[in-house]
T-cell receptor, first 114, second 115 residues
Framework: DQQVKQNSPSLSVQEGRISILNCDYT??????FLWYKKYPAEGPTFLIS?????DKNEDGRFTVFLNKSAKHLSLHIVPSQPGDSAVYFC?????????????FGKGTHLIIQP | KAGVTQTPRYLIKTRGQQVTLSCSPI?????VSWYQQTPGQGLQFLFE???????NKGNFPGRFSGRQFSNSRSEMNVSTLELGDSALYLC??????????????FGNGTRLTVT
């Protein structure tokens, strides 16, 4: 049973446009959400996070939106750059306890086209 | 500041053997977690250590174990290796234990191949 789902295995976006990556979760106990970016042969790199008390968090070109009622979050990258081409993982956590660590989605491969 | 360092980067073992992987966290980070990444299952949580104590454990058999030392460095051990243990093993560190919403910072992993 996948508790964190990224339904798009890949996404192609033109350079300079907005990239929107989506993530859905089923566990209502999750209250902390993160996005990671991963290049081949490297570990995931932390990008941005959001706590469930907020609905938006922004850091430079990256903005994460959280819709708790829909159990949905999204990562917006504006403007998209060639170096953004990577696999993006959504992750969720229950900060109140539990033995699951971070629960990750299976990732979305973002391809930025020149 | 140096990132999370994992050694070795690549390892080839045969079935039945055991293996030890090493992780040095970011300086000042007291929490270390381990994850297994495979193409089919994605990233799965193995365990978390904080101040030398195992805080949480994922759904893996007892062949997978770990420990953390007083300097926060961590090792994980897999005994009686099986073909299905072939994966990228990722170590991550954070300032605080998971319950304090502190993001994990990952190393580049150890690629284990079991033949």
């Amino acid at each position: 049973d996948q508790q964190v789902k990224q339904n798009s295995p890949s996404l192609s976006v033109q350079e300079g446009r907005i990239s929107i990556l989506n993530c859905d979760y089923t566990n209502s106990m999750f209250d902390y959400f993160l996005w990671y970016k991963k290049y081949p042969a490297e570990g995931p790199t932390f990008l941005i996070s959001i706590s469930s008390i907020k609905d938006k968090n922004e850091d430079g070109r990256f903005t994460v939106f959280l819709n708790k009622s829909a159990k949905h979050l999204s990562l917006h990258i504006v403007p998209s750059q060639p170096g953004d081409s990577a696999v993006y993982f959504c992750a969720a956590s229950n900060s109140g306890g539990g033995a699951d660590g971070l629960t990750f989605g299976k990732g979305t491969h973002l391809i930025i086209q020149p | 500041k140096a990132g999370v360092t994992q050694t070795p980067r690549y390892l080839i073992k045969t079935r039945g053997q055991q293996v030890t992987l090493s992780c040095s966290p970011i300086s000042g980070h007291r929490s270390v977690s381990w994850y297994q990444q495979t193409p089919g299952q994605g990233l799965q949580f193995l365990f978390e250590y904080f101040s030398e104590t195992q805080r949480n454990k994922g759904n893996f058999p007892g062949r997978f174990s770990g420990r953390q030392f007083s300097n926060s460095r961590s090792e994980m051990n897999v005994s009686t290796l099986e073909l299905g243990d072939s994966a990228l093993y990722l170590c991550a560190s954070s300032l605080e234990a998971r319950g304090n919403n502190s993001p994990l910072h990952f190393g580049n992993g150890t690629r284990l191949t079991v033949t």
